[in-house]
């Protein structure tokens, strides 16, 4: 188990994971079975209300079969070096910036322990080679991914920059 690890791509628009298991490759976990292709899922969280959370292809359906209502997620990570953007409020929690991305990861997370059939806490997380051209900001960005990972459960987190992953 412990030279297992999850390779993640957390993309804007879509992510994708794989992992490295038992000293083999395995590309495209098939996360999202609503989706075209299960191995893309699309980067959304929808909350009906605060206390519920869909994630993907179910969340942009769930989101038009209760006629819009709740709160609908897209492009989070594009506000990760935005240091006025701290999070938003649902219903009466506050939502960190860092925790909604955090929710996404720990359910790409839980989806692909339940595939593997094993727990996983290490992770090769794809980053921009800058998430801004301002330093203060790209650091920024860094430290919220690495706490986002961190609320995700992963114990050992590397980022790599995406020209390279």
């Known amino acids: 188990m412990s030279d297992s690890f999850l390779a993640i791509d957390f993309g804007t628009s879509n992510s994708l994971v794989g992992a490295f298991h038992q000293g083999q490759r395995i ?4 996360l999202d079975p609503l989706a075209a292709d299960p191995t893309l899922m699309r ?3 929808y909350f009906p209300h605060q206390d519920l959370c869909y994630y ?15 709160r609908l ?6 506000h990760l070096p935005n240091q006025n ?29 339940k595939i593997l059939n094993l ?6 997380i794809g980053r921009p080679a800058r998430y801004s051209m301002d330093p203060v900001s790209d650091g920024l960005a860094l430290h919220r991914m690495k ?7 992963f114990k050992a987190v590397q980022f790599v920059p995406e020209p390279l992953a």
């Open 27 to 30: 590309e495209g976990l098939r």
């Open 43 to 45: 980067t959304l969280l």
């Open 56 to 70: 993907g292809s179910e969340a942009i359906s769930k989101y038009i079969d209760e006629d819009m209502k709740g």
């Open 73 to 78: 997620f897209s492009s989070f990570k594009s």
């Open 85 to 113: 953007y701290l999070g938003t409020v649902i219903g009466n929690r506050i939502v960190t910036l860092e925790n909604m991305v955090g929710l996404f990861l720990l359910e790409l997370k839980k989806r692909a322990e």
């Open 119 to 124: 727990p996983i806490e290490k992770a090769v």
């Open 147 to 153: 706490k986002a990972a961190e609320f995700a459960g």
